[in-house]
């Protein structure tokens, strides 16, 4: 992000070591990822939500979570349709009150060790599965709690001194989420047994029950819905960053010729692409009925975190091939080879962890990340198919729309 400081993120990236082809395959593919991403997450947030006024075994409980999952994702295009700054300020918000949350929950799971109880965080990883060619699907899982840690870099352009605060936010955040991880999973395994964790539809929630079980049920019902609350908090807060980055890729793609001129109309008033926005929600909506809803969530996690360490695996390979084929280009931040060394080794370990557990679906991506092979070569280097029929359609839409030209 230091060196390229231009919105996309990775796909800028890619583009700048291996070609515009896997350029276009990374952008063809993370459009399908994130739309997919931001559906499971407004799931969950729609989920928990809703257990907070009515019993999820309500006959039309799955009916209203659907309506309510698109209502939080149309509200959040509206903020984000509104300005970055406002879309900063509202996840920013959400944050303070989700940290409040986990700090509150590690004292209670601190209080229960002091009362004695040890016999949950005493049983370590007793009864674990020691397949090593298994733990691929366990660690996509685990990492897919992470999904996120490269949206700074897809916003990039519009971050205020970019070659140092691109960095900066990428190493602090990551270091700050690491030990809240560590931590609070740390508070769950001493509140609750294995069998609890793997049993629990919501392990915040479940938490907090078991140390305040001991209490009135006053304080029971307090941590139902405080805890619950929090954790819809927070998966509002994650559907608004990805929002936030994802709506910037059909952008990125616009501005370089890999996709449409009409993704890259840009709001006068708030500086966002408004076009790229509403594309998003029409690929979100297809997405959801499509993949979504009648997918396990976990499922759907695996088979999302398959093509997305795949690129990932690409950018950390990237690195250490821009070190050797750019060798001059000033880098503002500058890592030990080692670093990418070692995520490139873990990306191909997931990857063809997960190849081999879950072959078809795996298979079933890479076959459509080839699709992007003939799309590439029929249209996006065909420039004058690619004029002939959207240029009419943008200009039509600039009146229309408080939009400007495309930002070059």
């Given amino acids: 992000g230091a060196i390229c400081p231009k919105a ?23 459009l399908i990822v994130n ?14 939500f809703l257990s907070l006024f009515m019993d999820p075994g309500y006959a039309h409980f799955e009916f209203i979570k659907k309506v309510v999952s698109a209502l939080a994702i149309l509200t959040v295009v509206s903020i984000c349709m509104y300005g970055t700054k406002a879309g900063v300020w509202v996840q920013n918000g959400f944050t303070i009150t989700k940290f409040v949350a986990l700090i509150f929950l590690v004292f209670l799971a601190i209080a229960y060790l002091c009362q004695g109880h040890t016999e949950n965080i005493t049983a370590g990883f007793k009864g674990s ?18 999904n996120g840690w490269n ?8 971050v205020k001194n970019p070659e140092k605060n691109v960095p900066r936010a990428l190493v602090t955040s990551m270091v700050l989420v690491t030990i809240t991880y560590i931590i609070i999973n740390l508070a769950y395994h001493t509140l609750l047994s294995p069998a609890d964790l793997i049993r629990s539809e919501s392990i915040a929630v479940h938490a907090g029950e078991k140390f305040f ?25 994650a559907l608004l960053s990805i929002t936030l980055s994802s709506s910037r ?5 616009a501005v370089e010729g890999m996709m449409p001129t009409l993704f890259g109309l840009v709001s006068k008033r708030s500086k966002t692409p408004v076009t790229s926005l509403a594309f998003l929600v029409s690929f979100i909506g297809s997405c959801s009925f499509v993949c979504v809803w009648p997918s396990n969530i976990g499922d759907l996690i695996q088979y999302v975190g398959f093509m997305s360490w795949t690129f990932w695996g690409l950018c950390f390979v990237a690195v250490i091939v821009l070190r050797y084929k750019l060798p001059d280009i000033p880098r503002p931040f500058k890592i030990p080879l080692i670093i990418p060394v070692v995520a490139s080794l873990t990306s191909l370990y997931l ?30 280097d065909n420039e004058k198919m690619c004029h002939l029929w959207m240029d009419k359609l943008t200009n039509k839409l600039l009146h229309y729309l408080d939009a400007g030209d495309v930002k070059q």
């Avoid at 990775?10 to 395959?25: C, D, L, V």
């Avoid at 019902?221 to 998966?235: E, H, L, N, P, W």
Wanted: proline fraction near 3%; include cysteine; hydrophobic fraction near 50%.
């Fill in 129 to 146: 599965n020691l397949n090593v060619s298994e733990w691929s699907g366990a660690l996509l899982t685990s990492l897919w709690a992470y």
């Fill in 213 to 237: 079980a001991e209490f009135s049920e006053g304080w029971l019902t307090f941590a139902r819905y405080f805890f619950g609350a929090s954790v819809a908090i927070s998966t509002f807060g």
């Fill in 351 to 380: 990857v063809v962890g997960s190849l081999y557990a879950n072959p078809l679906p795996s298979l079933i991506w890479i076959v459509a990340c080839l699709v992007a092979v003939p799309v590439y070569y029929g249209y996006v």
């Fill in 8 to 30: 996309g993120g990775e796909y800028q990236y890619i583009k700048m070591t291996y070609g515009r082809m896997a350029s276009f395959a990374n952008l063809w593919v993370l």
């Fill in 249 to 253: 890729l059909p952008y990125a793609g």
């Fill in 35 to 48: 739309s997919m991403a931001v559906a499971v997450i407004s799931l969950t947030f729609s989920t928990y």
């Fill in 151 to 158: 949206h700074i870099s897809i916003v990039a352009s519009e």
